[in-house]
């Protein structure tokens, strides 16, 4: 299974995106300003105004929508990996990309 990892850019887009390899090191690839693959890359957006403000998810690329997509290790200013992402975004991001349906438990 691939990691899910959210980058923050230095252009100021929050990417949330599933690691292609899923034994890379993150901190260390940003350290060593090296290439980070990832796939199924979503940008994350605030929608809407005032008390009806939500998040939307699109895709990062356009031209890339199903395929890999390398970013600099430089590029990436701070990420959070899976483990520290809160549930509702993660199953979110996962039904977004998976088409499966993940249900809230009550």
Known sequence: MSKVVVVKLSTSEEVIAKLV???????SAIKQ?????????????????????G????????????????LRGSAV?????EDKLPK???DAYLSQTSGIQIQQRI
């Open 21 to 27: 390899d899923s034994t890379v090191d993150v901190e």
């Open 33 to 53: 300003d090296s290439v980070i693959v990832i796939r199924d890359a979503k940008c994350m957006m605030i929608q809407g105004s005032g008390q009806h403000m």
């Open 55 to 70: 998040m939307t998810m699109i895709p990062y690329m356009l031209s890339a929508i199903e395929g890999e997509v390398k």
């Open 77 to 81: 200013l701070s990420w959070v990996t």
């Open 88 to 90: 509702q975004l993660l």
